[in-house]
């Protein structure tokens, strides 16, 4: 049965990228969007070709100037213009790397995005979609019925590399330190 899913990978926050929303009404940040193939923190792999014909579809909203995002990961497969706080405004693959650029926009969750990244607050790129998964040697896999819906603004990333202005390496041992602390998060809620 089709789900919900959700992925994050942090924006790339630098000191022009905090001048930038200090100082200008257009915000554009590069971000990672999404990686194909790999396991992120929730245990979940998405399939390169699968992901391929999801982002040659959401380019078809690119280029309509409709591929908006909002701030925080809803739990709805529509976008709520209410909430909107940026646009796609490309994206392209580096291997199984997903990149693109992300406006800003200049709507009430944009200036809350735009004064948090002005304060230096880390901030993440979450994809959300509708799927199913199937379990596939101890990885939840997601299958053909994927359908991309939106790239959110979120704060929780699941992407391993994904922190914007960080290294892959970094973003590796907080994965992992993370992914510990929900373990022992998890078993000191089950023992009380």
């Known amino acids: ?19 930038e929303a200090k100082d200008n009404d257009t915000v554009v ?37 409709r ?22 405004r490309e994206q392209h693959w580096e291997g199984d790397t997903l990149k693109g650029k992300i406006e800003i926009l200049n709507t009430p969750a944009g200036n809350i995005a735009k004064n948090l990244i002005s304060a230096g607050v880390k901030l993440g790129v979450s994809s959300r979609g509708v799927g199913s998964v199937k379990e596939s040697d101890g990885r939840d896999v997601v299958q053909d019925d994927f359908k991309l819906i939106a790239y959110d603004i979120v704060s929780n990333p699941s992407t391993n590399g994904a ?14 330190i993370d992914r510990i602390s929900r373990m022992m998060n998890d078993i000191i809620t089950t023992k009380i």
Do not use: W
């Open 1 to 19: 049965m089709p789900k919900l899913l959700t992925e994050y990978f942090e924006i790339p926050l630098t000191e022009n990228i905090i001048q």
């Open 29 to 65: 940040i590069p971000a990672i969007l999404q990686r194909a193939n790999a396991l992120n923190q929730n245990e979940r792999v998405y399939p390169l070709e699968i992901l391929q014909r999801e982002v040659q579809d959401y380019n078809d909203l690119i280029r309509e100037n």
């Open 163 to 176: 922190f914007l202005g960080e290294s892959v390496e970094i973003n590796k041992m907080r994965s992992n």
């Open 67 to 88: 591929a908006l995002g909002e701030l925080d990961h809803p739990d709805s497969t529509i976008v709520n213009l209410q909430n909107v706080c940026l646009a796609v």
